[in-house]
């Protein structure tokens, strides 16, 4: 007995005149509902015949019938045509309140999207946002990479395959305890002691560079009173009176005892940029493109 040809695959153009045929059982209608003749109907059924070792039809005179192999190319057929129509389905369709999303930024930023993105997957049972808080570069290697839909960068990285766009700024802020009488005054700040945490060393060479800039030496001689590395406890100590912080501003907005902490006012305030980047030449689809105007408006809202 002939067997199944399993290690080649199957001819999408046979199947679907096989199909047609089966649907028709009569191969001039088939033939002309395809826009073939009918020999050449003919020879797509041979030629999938003979590559699936198996009879598909068994003749009566000018009349056929399936035979079980027939039946089995014949749902083939059918349920490869209902996966085409869903998937073209799918794609025109580029719902926005559906499907995933990954959106890569800082803890700070990610504290003040992730609320809104809940807002969001509240509203529309049929969105997924994954939001995920990481370093600059790996939000730039993630988006890369696929791994990630959407970055936020404090910089634009000029990259030939990634698509950046400025979207706003956001300050670095100098939080003091609220209630205390902090000189603004470097010396103020090393008897306080600072707040430390993974970002804080870079901040401080940047405002105390500006505002400091006799008596700041680098954030390597800081004197250091305690250190946390989770974002939503670093303003806690400087709340509590231990301790000043340097923090970018959206890293303060959704802190529960923020009339707790004073944000001080700089001689020469620093801020950073904020760019959104996606990799290039794929065009945005709509959810991609709804959530980068939340995006934005946060933005907007911090500068």
């Excluded at 057929?77 to 369709?93: D, H, P, S, T, Y």
């Excluded at 960068?153 to 000029?158: A, M």
Aim: charge should be negative.
């Amino acid at each position: 007995m002939e067997t199944w040809c399993y290690d080649v695959m199957l001819n999408a153009t046979w199947i679907e005149t096989f199909t047609v045929l089966a649907e028709e059982r009569h191969f001039t209608r088939a033939a002309e509902r395809l826009n073939m003749t009918q020999p050449g109907v003919s020879q797509h059924l041979r030629k999938l015949e003979d590559q699936l070792g198996q009879k598909l039809i068994s003749k009566e005179g000018k009349r056929f019938t399936l035979t079980s192999a027939g039946e089995a190319v014949r749902d083939l057929g059918l349920m490869r045509r209902a996966e085409e129509k869903a998937l073209r389905a799918a794609i025109a369709r580029d719902d926005p309140d559906a499907g995933e999303l990954r959106v890569a930024c800082s803890g700070s930023f990610a504290m003040l999207f992730y609320p809104r993105a809940i807002a969001l997957m509240r509203d529309a049972p049929g969105l997924a946002i994954h939001v995920e808080a990481a370093p600059q570069a790996r939000i730039l290697a993630g988006v890369l990479e696929g791994r990630f839909d959407l970055g936020v960068l404090g910089e634009d990285p000029r990259h030939p395959r990634i698509e950046a766009q400025h979207i706003g700024q956001e300050e670095i802020c100098l939080v003091l305890p609220a209630g205390r009488d902090v000189p603004l005054q470097f010396d103020a700040l090393e008897a306080l002691g600072l707040v430390a945490h993974p970002d804080v060393f870079s901040y401080a060479n940047d405002v105390f560079a500006l505002n400091f800039p006799e008596t700041f030496s680098g954030a390597d001689r800081l004197t250091i009173r305690t250190y946390v590395n989770q974002i939503g406890q670093i303003p806690s100590p400087v709340a509590a009176g231990v301790g000043y912080t340097l923090l970018p501003r959206s890293g303060l907005a959704a802190f529960p005892q923020a009339d707790q902490v004073h944000i001080a006012s700089l001689p020469q305030p620093r801020y950073h940029d904020l760019w959104a980047v996606s990799r290039r030449g794929q065009p945005p689809s709509a959810r991609l493109t709804r959530i980068m105007a939340v995006v934005r408006d946060l933005a907007v809202a911090l500068g």
